[in-house]
């Protein structure tokens, strides 16, 4: 018998590369990540991005940063080359960014990528182009010190690629969004971005991390923020969060980094709410920038491909320690506001922030004064609205009670509620009714959300959904990947009552509302709507789901208690929660009412 072919092989280079850059490089923001790094590594204090077609066509980062020597630059684009560790050991001792040596062989497998290079001192610079990892040429050129590189046609030798990429919109909304990410982690830097050859945003090197928040993030979102910082032997935490009464419905605006690196933690996000609960209402979260110092033994940096999240030896001690700095730094700003700290004005805020800098963490030495904050949703005081009816000041909207409790329409025969007699409110929350089987207790926030939910979703099915027209537009602004959503979903936007306007990259003017949405509410609740699209919530490529899921976001806003109501008031609530097609329990499925007939009245008071 002859030998058998034999079945294991080493892969080509190239072949390995393009397998490792689909590890790496999942989306062209990740190549703008790579290249960033990389430039921050080389000690860079001026970073240029560029790129367009949402970085599938061309994306191009350039460093004044100490530029590589010919063989170095050769020695780059070799698998698991790098010149940031030498042995296993120095993995307990990471103070830069990159460290494997993956990313530059990687983009090159998958791209035309062209190198440009100069060292200070040399008299000329090095250019190695690779097209799809096959290396065209390596020549002198000339240069200024620091690094070029520029990619094209990124997933050009592997097309299957491409078709999982999103939008030119949203892929670029990454980029954006990965570029603000670093310039907040390095405010010493300065960083310039462009997009089809129309500048996004040049920050020039911040002072200091709330001067570099408000240049990226906006002087509204500086002004809402409270300083923490704590130190202790084995961390040490600086940065800012919302101050009480500024809330978010997602956790897209915890932003953490860890030793200067941006990073998805889980134990640091989860710390954060956790330190924010006693000042949040349950379901909303912080917004935070939160710097995390340690010693590099103490996390690994090297649990995830595109090196995105971090593992902590000592989870539970750094969990203790974030929560317990949140919770000084809240209470502390309180106590210096005084007692209209959660509704009134910011007063200017000075505080020191650690000293604390590991590669890539700036030292925020101060906080910079800042003035009054104005509303946490931007809405200006005192917007009027114009709808059917007369106008109406912003906050003055009608009661649920007043526009919604009765019956749109005449009821249907038989459909007149049931015969039970109001006896009156208990702790204003429950509703108390008398029947000939016993007692009723109503719970009348879900009995509510029971009638405005069907409401909306009739509403919303037949496309008829009453809009009020603002006579002044209200601000809003969202970070790039929120903006490029609302974009993309404008028109579900638009079919449900809403008029957005684009006033910039991510600034827009909301000019119309559905009715039932008061104008001080508007700017949030997009913002809320954005973020459940953003989590996969609510998905308008699913319209039923999709209407369904804003029905029940919508309730939140519309559902308000009167304080006291009479007869007629909750004998409408009857009429309309028995017409709806499942009056016994709310959209969130808690009953609407309970029954407590004879039988069990007599069991519990010992009736013979």
Known sequence: MGATAQKIRVLPDRVANQIAAGEVIERPAAVVKELVENALDAGATRIAVEFSHGGRARIRVEDNGSGMAPADARMALERHATSKLAEAGDLDRLRT??????????????????????????????????????????RACGCPVGTSIEVEDLFGPVPARRKFLKTDRTEAAHIVQCVRLYALAC??????LSEDGREVFRSPAAANLLDRIAEIFGRETAESLVPIAAAEPEWQL???????????????????FVNGRPVDSRTLNSALIAGSRETLPEGKFPRAFAFLTCDPAAVDVNVHPAKREVRFRQEAGVRDFVIRSVVAGLRDWSVRQGPAAASGPAPEVVASVGPARVHGLAEPASVYPVGGAAGADGAPAGAMVSSTGPAVLAGAMPSPSAQGLRPSAPAAPGLDGPPWRFLGLAHGTY?????????????????????????????????????????????LELDPIAAALLLDHGEFLHDHGFEVVEFGRTFFRI???????EPGAAAGFLRDLVGA???????????????????????????????????AEMRALLTELFATEQPSVGPNGRPTFLEINHAELGRRFLAR
């Open 97 to 138: 960014f990159g460290f494997r040596g993956e990313a530059l062989p990687s983009i090159a497998s998958i791209a035309r990528f062209a190198l440009r290079t100069r060292e200070a001192g040399a008299e000329a610079g090095t250019e190695i182009v690779v097209h799809g990892g096959r290396r065209m040429h390596d």
């Open 187 to 192: 405010p010493q830097v300065a960083f310039r």
């Open 238 to 256: 600086a940065g800012f969060i919302s101050r009480p009464g500024v809330a978010r419905t997602t956790r897209q605006e915890l932003i953490g």
């Open 431 to 475: 509703a108390l009714f008398e029947s000939a089987a016993g007692l009723i207790l109503l719970d009348r926030r879900s009995a509510q959300e029971r009638v405005w939910f069907e409401r909306l979703r009739r509403q919303f099915r037949a496309g008829g959904v009453p809009v009020q027209r603002l006579l002044l537009a209200i601000p």
């Open 511 to 517: 000019e119309a509302l559905p009715a039932w949405l």
């Open 533 to 567: 699209m953003r989590e996969g919530r609510l998905s308008p490529g699913q319209p039923e789901l999709a209407r369904e899921q804003l029905a029940r976001m919508a309730i939140a806003k519309v559902v308000r208690l009167e304080p006291s109501v009479g007869e």
